[in-house]
């Protein structure tokens, strides 16, 4: 199940401003092509669907959000589609391009009835890495999940990071691109930590 949401309308605020604030730099400028405005639309669109959906399962810790967007863009090439096939043909598949996750992903989606989407692929990820005893877990490795599980709640992004790469994705060593994925990762945070920050003062605010 996914984490419960403390406050939902902060939830809902967070998710608003990053939609808005574009992190993934779509420009509708007049001087681009139909085709182009309508690609940067659905790529608008796709942030809009993930970016939820990442909130809803693993709550709005700025690391944690963060570490998991700036992958998920690498992954996709920033197209955040569901459907993303690896680029030059290779095996990786969806968000976050699961290549040898594929085959435990299959049987993720057997097992719970389920259907690929963007829900599933992030209950997936969910699943294995907060589901202790699950069989998603056990398909993790042994102290994988922990690890992770360690990282996110530390609130260090670096940490996080480097943890959800080596422990969940586990890219070979010629694509784990570590300083692209951080740089990605630390776009995202550098946006969200004073957004959470003013929600917060807001909420101090209306308490007094």
Do not use: C
Not at 39 to 65: C, H, I, M, S, T
Not at 119 to 136: L, M, P
Not at 176 to 182: F, Q
Request: charged content about 30%; proline content about 3%; glycine content about 6%.
């Amino acid at each position: 199940m996914p984490l419960s949401m403390v406050n939902t309308e902060h939830q809902q605020h967070l998710s608003e401003v990053l939609i808005l604030k574009d992190l993934h730099k779509v420009n509708m400028a007049d001087n681009k092509t139909t085709r182009q405005q309508a690609k940067a639309r659905e790529k608008q669109l796709n942030f809009r669907e993930v970016n939820g959906l990442v909130q809803e399962y693993f709550g709005q810790d700025p690391a944690v959000l963060a570490a998991i967007y700036g992958n998920i863009g690498v992954e996709t090439g920033e197209s955040y589609d569901y459907l993303q096939k690896q680029y030059q043909g290779g095996p990786g598949r969806g968000l976050f391009q699961f290549d040898w996750h594929k085959p435990y992903y299959a049987k993720f989606l057997k097992r719970y009835d389920k259907k690929d989407s963007p829900r599933s692929q992030i209950e997936y990820v969910h699943k294995a890495i907060y589901d202790k005893g699950s069989q998603e877990e056990k398909d993790l490795g042994q102290g994988n999940a922990k690890h992770i599980r360690e990282a996110f709640a530390s609130g260090d992004l670096e940490r996080s990071n480097d943890m959800f790469i080596e422990r969940f994705l586990k890219p070979k060593k010629a694509k784990a691109h570590r300083e692209r994925r951080m740089n990605a990762s630390k776009k995202y945070y550098d946006h969200i930590v004073p957004i959470v920050e003013r929600a917060k003062q807001a909420r101090e605010a209306q308490q007094k």
